[in-house]
């Protein structure tokens, strides 16, 4: 990783029910700014599944993503543009970050493909650098929810697919972060290294499947787009952050084809 690049972060599972953790993680963070330009983004499936609950809605996910029908938008939105990146905000303003909350469609940050079997559920593609790149400049941290918007119309956006996304439209370094060290072998080992026809064989033997294969999706894409490896790395030790800023190896190290 090179400091001069913006670094760009997936936060998400459970690290967003656990208040201390996040705290932890954003005090890293403060020392991460100090290096480079800082970007976050967040989902928030616990959230939204425990919003759609209360409002009576069933909820369900096909290939690792949730079915999200016209109806429970405003859930959905509530959830993950209102509460959880509201208290994102608030805790990341406690740890001096100066961030800007905010969605993915802003300033036209992101464009977006329909996934129409998913209902208002789309993929992001990297849109219009300019907003991002006026926040980054001026010492700001985005904060950006996984809500996108297309004709009008709300979407709900993978948030592992967002952030390669926005680290393909800042031309950045990507690290997504999950509730395990890394992506794992079936008998629960770290796989340190990954390779596409490696992570091929292993979503074909149906080791990586669901999220994790969201997540690996998205690395492997990043990777490809800019011709530089992604880390995916769980959240529980933060500090690992600053040793991976330092160039040694955390979680699970996706590599481009060559």
Do not use: Y
Request: glycine content about 10%; proline content about 5%.
């Amino acid at each position: 990783m090179t400091k001069s690049r913006p670094l760009v972060v997936k936060l998400g599972g459970r690290l967003l029910q656990e208040p201390a953790a996040i705290s932890a993680l954003l005090t890293v963070c403060q020392h991460i700014k100090q290096q480079r330009p800082l970007l976050l983004v967040h989902g928030g499936g616990a959230q939204v599944e425990s919003w759609l609950q209360t409002f009576g809605f069933v909820t369900e996910k096909i290939d690792g993503q949730r079915l999200s029908p016209k109806e429970q938008m405003p859930v959905i939105a509530g959830a993950l543009a209102g509460a959880v990146n509201a208290e994102l905000v608030a805790l990341a303003d406690g740890a001096a970050l100066k961030p800007v909350g905010l969605t993915l469609g802003a300033g036209g940050s992101c464009c977006f493909e329909r996934i129409a079997r998913l209902g208002a559920v789309a993929k992001a593609l990297p849109g219009k650098p300019e907003l991002l790149q006026v926040l980054l400049a001026q010492d700001f941290t985005p904060v950006l929810s996984s809500i996108g918007h297309l004709d009008g119309e709300l979407l709900n956006i993978n948030a592992d697919l967002a952030a390669a996304a926005l680290c393909q439209l800042l031309q950045g370094d990507l690290l997504l972060l999950t509730d395990v060290p890394g992506i794992l072998q079936a008998d629960g080992s770290l796989i340190a290294d990954l390779h596409a026809t490696e992570a091929a064989s292993l979503v074909a033997a149906g080791v990586i499947q669901g999220g994790m294969k969201v997540k690996l999706d998205a690395a492997l894409e990043t990777a490809q787009a800019l011709q530089r490896s992604i880390v995916v790395a769980g959240w529980q030790q933060p500090d690992l952050l600053l040793a991976l800023l330092a160039g040694q190896a955390v979680g699970t190290c996706i590599h481009p084809s060559v």
